[in-house]
C-alpha cells in the first residue's frame, strides 16, 4: 500500500471492529451502485463476510438533488459470517443534501456521516426543504459529523491531469471511495485494475479516476479529522474459491450451468421488465454454451418461444417479474397440458400493477400456486439468498426437465440485486440433469403413446420433432390417457386432471430442516425466499440472549417437504413473516391445519433483523 | 445455410398423401373450405421430398387450428394468436425442421396480431398459412377483423362498425418477404402457392380465402362463380402482364402521377415481378382488393430474400462456439471463476 500512503502524517490509531455497516448515498448520477460495488470487492478480497443492498430509484436520472433521485447501496462487512446488509449504517456517506435527508433516519445515534460540503448549497438545501443547513445548526448533534469538500477537492486533486472539470467532478465518488477505504484499511488494488480495465480506451479518465481515489485516501491518511482507522479481520468461512454475486447473476450462471449438465442448448425468451432483465443481459453473453436469447415482442410471445423451443428438445426458460408472470399465465397452462419442460424466473416487485418496481416484496406466491385456469399445478422454488439462486436455477432445470412441467422459480428484487460471497462449487459435482428423448414407439403393435408415463416419474416421453416413427400431435384440448389424442371423456377428464396434479404432487423434494441448536424451542419460525437472512439474524440475536427459538425455511413451495406437517405440528407456536399479507401462513393453515401466525410487512424493503428479534421475542416470551 | 423446406442430396423419398393423414376423425362441419385446403397440403406435401418427422405443424385456436390434428407429422395445437410466437422458439432453435403455422382471421389478426408482425419482421423461417373466412367459426358466427364493414352477426346486429385489415396490406407492412394469396377451391393454384411458399427462405405468408359454409356462406363466390370470377379474378403471374376479365380486357396499370395501381380497360398493363425489392410494389397491387373483393389479385405478391432470424441466430451461436475452448464442464468452471476471486485456505 505504500502506492499511496507515502505522506507525511501522524500515525493514526487503528481501532478493531466486528462489523461495519456503511451507506454510500447520492443522487442518481453520482456513481453511488459503482461506489458500493467496488467497496464491497475490496471487502471481500480481504476475506470480510459480505452481504449488500442497494437501493434506487425506478426513474432513470430523476430531477438531480431530489429526493426521489437518491440512490444509495449499503454495504455490510464482518469478520464472522453474517446473514443481511445490516439494519442501520454506522456511516453514511451522503453526496448532497438530498442524500442526508433521505437517508438520516436509518442511522443510529452516534453513526459517522460524511457529507459533501460542496453540494450544501442554498440551492440544493431549498431543493429538499431545507431552510437552513444542517450542517451549520444543531440537527446532527447526536452524530460524527465529517464535513468533507469531496467535489472541489477531487477537482483540486486533479487540476494536473488535462481532464475537464466535469470529468473530474464525476470523480468525486472515487474521493469518497479512497476515503472510506483508507478509514477501514481496506486492500484496493482490485479497484485500480477495475478502473483500468473500466476506462481502457480513456486511458484520461483511468488516470483521473486513480488520482481521485489516492487523493482520497491520502485526505483520511492526513486530515485531523479522521482520528482513527478501523480493521475488520477476515471471516471464518468454508476454505475454498470466492467470488462476490449477485442474486440476478447467479441466476444466469445458474441457468448456464442447467444447460451444460443437461447437455441442452438453453433458449432463453424474454422481455425486459425491472428487477429481472439483468438475467437476460447476463445470458446473452453466453452464447458459446449454445444459449439462445430471444427479446420477443412481449411476455407472452417470451414464454410462447421458450416453449416452443423446450417442444423442439430445448431447456425453455422464460424470465419476468409479476406483470409478466401475469401474461404468462395461459402459455404456462398451456405448458402444464403439453406436459413440456419450462423454467419461469419470476423476479419479484412490489405490486400490484407497476407497484413499485425496484422495491421487493414477495406476493406472487399464490400468483405462482394458483394463478392459472383450470387445474394447472406446477412445481414452484424459491432461492434463500443471492448465491442460492445458482443452486435454485439448477434445481428448477431438474425438475422440468425429470418431471416434464413447468416450474416457477420465485426470486425477487432483495436477493436479485444484493449480494454476497459465493464459495464456487465443483462443476463436476453439480447435478448430472440429462435427460432421454424418446427414440422408439412405446407402445402395443409399434404405436408411439406420447401419454404414456414413466411409472417412476409420471413423466410422459419427451419425443422431439425429427425423431423418425415417434409423429405425434400435442396440443391443448384434454388429450386421452397414454394415446394422447383429443377427449371428451368425462372419466378421461377426471382422470387426467388428477394424474397432472398427482404428478407434481409427487416430486421427491428434500425434507426441510430445522436449526434449534439447543434443541429445546417452543417457537418455530417458517419463512421462504429472501427472508432467510432476516429471520436468521434475528433468531440468532434471539438465542445469544438465551430465548430459544427453531428456524426452517422453504425452498420448494410446490410440492412441500413430505416432512413439514410433522415439523410444524412439533411447535407450540409457528410464526410465518412474509413481505406479503400471509400468502404462505394461509397456504400452511390451508394443509396442514396449523394456527400459523402471520407476521407481515409490504413497504417495499426487507425486514429488518431488529423488526423480527422484536416481533419473535415476543411470542417467545408471551406466547 | 440450406433451408430445410429443400434439402440437398437427400435421397429421394416416396411418399404420397396418404402418408400424411393421421388417424384422426376429421371433424370440420360438412362442406367446409378446410377439407380442401387440408387435401391440398396432404397431397403437395410428398413433393417436398423431407421426413415426416422433420415437418411441424403449429396453429392456434379456431376451426382451421385444428389442422395439426390431421397431419402426420409433428404439430401442436397451441393457444389462441401465439402460434407465431411458439414456432419463432422451435424454428430459430431448430433450422432443420420445416415449421408451418396454421391459423385463421381471427387468430393471426385479431387476438395474434403482435405475433404475426414480429414474425413477419424478424422474417424468422416459418411458412405461415392464414385461413381467411371473414368470420368467427368456432365461436358460433361473430365478425372478424376481415369481416366488412357493416357486417350484420351474432355480435353485431346494428352492423359491424369496424373497418376491416388487408391482410396482405398488414403483412407487407411488417416488410414480410414472401405474400401471397390463392383460394380453398382451387387447388392447382392452391398447391403452386404452397409450393413457392415451401421454396422460400424466410417467413412466407399466405392468405387463403376459406368459405366457412355454415356462418358466411358464398363470401367468396364472386371469385369462385364461373359467370363472375373472370371479370374479379387477378391472377398475377412472374413475368406476365398483369391482365383478366374476357380476352384480357382489363389491365393492372400504374397511371402516370399516381401512387398505386388501379385497373383500367385497356391501357398498358404493368408486368408482374414479385422480386420487386421496394415492398410499396405489392403493397399497391394488395390494395386492389377491397371489402368487395371487385378486383381482387390471386398469386404471389412478393418473394424477396432477406436474411432469416433462424440463420442469423444460429450463426451468433456457431461463431461463439467456435472461438470457445475445452470442455463445456471446463468452459462453465471457467465462467464462475471469472472476475475478483479470492480463495481461503
Partial sequence: MNEVAEVDAPEKRVEQLERVVIRFAGDSGDGMQLTGDRFTSEAAQLGNDISTLPNFPAEIRAPAGTLPGVSSFQVHFADYDILTPGDAPNVLVAMNPAALKANLADLPAGADIIVNTDEFTRRNLAKVGYAASPLEDDSLAGYAVHPVALTSMTVAALADTGVAKKDAERAKNMFALGLLSWMYSRPYESTLRFLEQKFAKRPELVAANTAAFRAGWNFGETTEDFAVRYEVKPARMRPGTYRNITGNAALALGVVAAGVRSGLPVFLGAYPITPAS????????????????MQAED????VGAALGASYGGALGVTT??????????????????LELPLVVIDVQRAGPSTGMPTKTEQADLNLALYGRHGEAPVAVIAPRSPSDCFHAAIEAARIALTY???????????????????????????????????????????????????????????AVPGTPGLEHRIGGLEKADKTGDISYDPANHDFMVRIRAERIAAIPVPDIEVEDPDDNARVLVLGWGSTYGPIGAACRALRQRSLPIAQAHLRHLNPMPANLGAVLAAYDKVVIPEMNLGQLAREIRARYLIDAIPFNQVSGLPFTAATLENMLEDVVKNG | MASPAIPAGRTPLKLTAKDFKSDQEVRWCPGCGDYAILAAVQQFMPELGIPRENIVFVSGIGCSSRFPYYMNTYGMHSIHGRAPAIATGLSSSRPDLSVWVVTGDGDALSIGGNHLIHALRRNVNVKILLFNNRIYGLTKGQYSPTSEIGKITKSTPAGSADSPFNPLSLALGAEASFVARTIDSDRKHLQSVLRAAAEHHGSAFVEIYQNCNIFNDGAFELLKDASSRDDHLIRLEQGQPITFGADGRYSVVHPEGSFGLQVREGGEAIVHDATVDDPAYAFALSRLSGSDLSTTPIGVFRNVPRPTYDEIVQKQLLDARAQATGTPDEMLSGLLNTGDTWTIL
Fill in chain 1, 320 to 337: 419476468t417479474s409479476g406483470p409478466g408472470v401475469a401474461l404468462k399465465s395461459e402459455t404456462i397452462s398451456l405448458a402444464v397440458a
Fill in chain 1, 299 to 302: 411476455e407472452i410471445a417470451a
Fill in chain 1, 404 to 462: 416434464r412441467t413447468p416450474v416457477i422459480l420465485l426470486s425477487d428484487n432483495y436477493v436479485a440485486n444484493g449480494s454476497e460471497p459465493w464459495l464456487l462449487p465443483d462443476v463436476t459435482e453439480l447435478p448430472d440433469l440429462h435427460v432421454p428423448f424418446a427414440d422408439a414407439p412405446n407402445g402395443e403393435d409399434g404405436r408411439f403413446l406420447p401419454y404414456l408415463r414413466d411409472p417412476q416419474t409420471l413423466a410422459r416421453p419427451w
Fill in chain 1, 278 to 293: 439483468d438475467v437476460l443481459h447476463e445470458l446473452s453473453k453466453h452464447k458459446r454454451f449454445g444459449i439462445t436469447t
